[in-house]
């Protein structure tokens, strides 16, 4: 995992563009380190609150945002814990 810098923007991580930013922003996590502790599944939460386009993609550049990679290059395992967290809260992937 990368090491963030505790001056980063959200939108300096991998896969948070500016419209992700504005998303996360809007529901109080401001900084990479916010978004660390939150974690990618409740960062997606607090997001759906308010926009109901958070999906599988948007988790994985949650989550890859989080890990300091690309989402692509997160574990099959991962995506598949991911994807099951989306079945449990129902929302569409």
Not at 44 to 50: A, F, G
Not at 60 to 87: M, P, T
Request: charged residues 30%.
């Amino acid at each position: 995992m990368q090491k963030i810098k505790q001056m980063d923007s959200l939108s300096s991580l991998p896969n948070i563009g500016k419209t992700l930013e504005e998303k996360l922003i809007k529901v109080g996590i401001n900084t990479p380190e916010e978004l660390i502790s939150v974690g990618s599944e409740n960062a997606l939460v607090r997001i759906r609150e308010i926009d109901q386009s958070g999906c599988f993609n948007m988790l994985c550049a949650l989550e890859g945002a989080i890990q300091g990679i690309r989402w692509h290059g997160l574990s099959k395992e991962k995506k598949e814990a991911l994807k099951e967290f989306l079945r449990l809260k129902k929302y569409p992937y």
